[in-house]
């Protein structure tokens, strides 16, 4: 069932599910089981669309990453929004709960960083691209903290990284220091935020959702 959380002529927000790919091909055998597909197929069905259905992908979450995914639904649509993309005008929002509570409770990171496509993970590197994001603390419990971040890059795993960088990976996270998984390998991490443009108007838009009420359990 898709989970519609804004939608205009050229562009469709959606809730991604924990556990949930965004996409990795294009066809019905290799997409089935993606959220590109499952949106693409609600599209075709509720609007009793003939033959294919346009739907651009604009951004993705890694898949154990739940929250607001933006798709396009028109060339414009896809065109637009990556311009805004490059740019860096769209606004994305987070929530995660980390191990320990960062000293200070809000602060800019920045570092460099490089894909090691040998272990699918972001390393820091003198070399690597340039990584931004601000963090500050919502609340902190015995063990861990829930902080609100905002990206001003989109490096890959950049999140994961650069919280685990400053001794306070994301619960879960295995891959980035955490020390065990969470049920069913989700990670204390979700976009709750987006705000954008519409592709044909200036008019800022905001999606939001709540923050997983799972968080508020694994503060302690």
Not at 130 to 137: D, F, G, K, P, S
Not at 143 to 150: A, V
């Amino acid at each position: 069932m898709i989970k519609v959380l804004y939608e205009d002529n050229h562009l469709i927000a959606v809730y991604k599910p924990a556990g949930v790919l965004v996409q990795k091909g294009d066809g019905p055998e290799l997409d089935d089981d993606t959220l590109y597909w499952q949106v693409k197929m609600f599209l075709k069905e509720r609007d009793k669309k003939p033959g294919n259905v346009f739907l651009g992908v604009l951004h993705r979450l890694d898949r154990n990453v739940s929250g607001i995914i933006l798709f396009a639904k028109t060339s414009k649509g896809a065109a637009r929004l990556s311009e805004q993309i490059r740019e860096r005008t769209i606004k994305k929002i987070y929530h995660a709960v980390v191990i320990g509570k960062p000293e200070p409770a809000s602060r800019i990171l920045e570092h460099h960083l490089t894909k090691d496509e040998s272990s699918r993970q972001s390393v820091v590197d003198p070399e690597g691209d340039v990584a931004i994001l601000y963090y500050e603390t919502v609340k902190s419990g015995s063990k861990n903290s829930l902080l609100r971040i905002q990206l001003e890059t989109g490096r890959f795993h950049q999140i994961r990284v650069q919280l685990s960088e400053i001794g306070h990976p994301i619960v879960g996270d295995m891959k980035y220091g955490a020390p065990e998984t969470l049920p069913d390998n989700v990670l204390a991490l979700c976009a709750t935020e987006l705000l954008f443009k519409t592709a044909t108007t200036d008019e800022d838009i905001k999606v939001s959702i709540e923050i997983p009420k799972e968080f508020s359990e694994i503060l302690d």
